[in-house]
């Protein structure tokens, strides 16, 4: 009997363990401003095994309880090196987000990186040597938003408050494209 109830807890104990080790990792690129590599990291400790759950089929709406959950726990426990909810909650969404759209559009985001390349590629070139990542992304959106409406002219659309800016309709998945390739470019030192 005894031993019966010793496989069993450490079945258990096996089974609810966190996975780490093989748990999809979250992108620089779709973590929201103000967010650091460390509360990134502290993130992806959190809900990563909810990301391999995504990349095997698992819902938005399933995985954003859960990671909910798990993130609001560790912020009550002090288990996030000082990181608030506000932002760990944040970087968790985006990344079921950017996770749960790929599993959805594997090939859409394959052209379209490809299209982004392109579109951008002097862009990509300055960052490589040097320039400014905030102006180069300034400069990659603008590209992104002028193929999609070549009237578009941020000196006249993105006047006033950011509520009465006039920007075009662009695909999500564009952008952080943008920024993926731009954080990619850029030296290391």
């Known amino acids: 009997m005894k031993s019966t109830k010793f496989i069993t ?3 258990t104990t096996a089974i609810t363990l966190p996975t780490t080790g093989l ?5 620089r690129e779709i973590a929201p401003a103000g967010s650091t590599d460390e509360s990134i990291a502290v993130t992806e400790n959190l809900i990563g095994g909810i990301l391999d759950e995504i990349l095997a089929g698992e819902g938005y709406g399933m995985a954003t309880a859960r990671a909910d959950t ?3 726990n560790a912020v009550i426990a002090d288990q996030t090196n ?3 909810y506000g932002i760990l909650a944040a970087t968790s969404q985006n990344a079921i987000r950017y996770y749960r759209d790929r599993y ?3 090939d859409y985001y394959a052209a379209e990186e490809e299209r982004v390349k392109g579109l951008i590629a002097d862009i990509i070139s300055d960052v ?8 180069a992304l300034d400069e990659a959106y603008t590209r992104v938003y002028q193929a999609a409406d070549p009237t578009y002219d941020p000196e006249v659309d993105r006047a006033g408050d950011f509520c009465y800016w006039d920007v075009p309709s ?3 998945a564009s952008l952080t494209i943008a920024r993926k390739l731009l ?3 850029m030296p290391t030192e």
């Open 9 to 11: 807890l450490t079945l």
């Open 23 to 27: 748990a999809a990792e979250i992108p």
């Open 70 to 72: 798990i993130i609001r």
């Open 82 to 84: 000082g990181y608030g």
């Open 104 to 106: 959805l559009r594997p």
């Open 128 to 135: 490589q040597n040097g320039k400014d990542y905030n102006l």
């Open 170 to 172: 662009v695909d999500a």
């Open 183 to 185: 954080l990619a470019a």
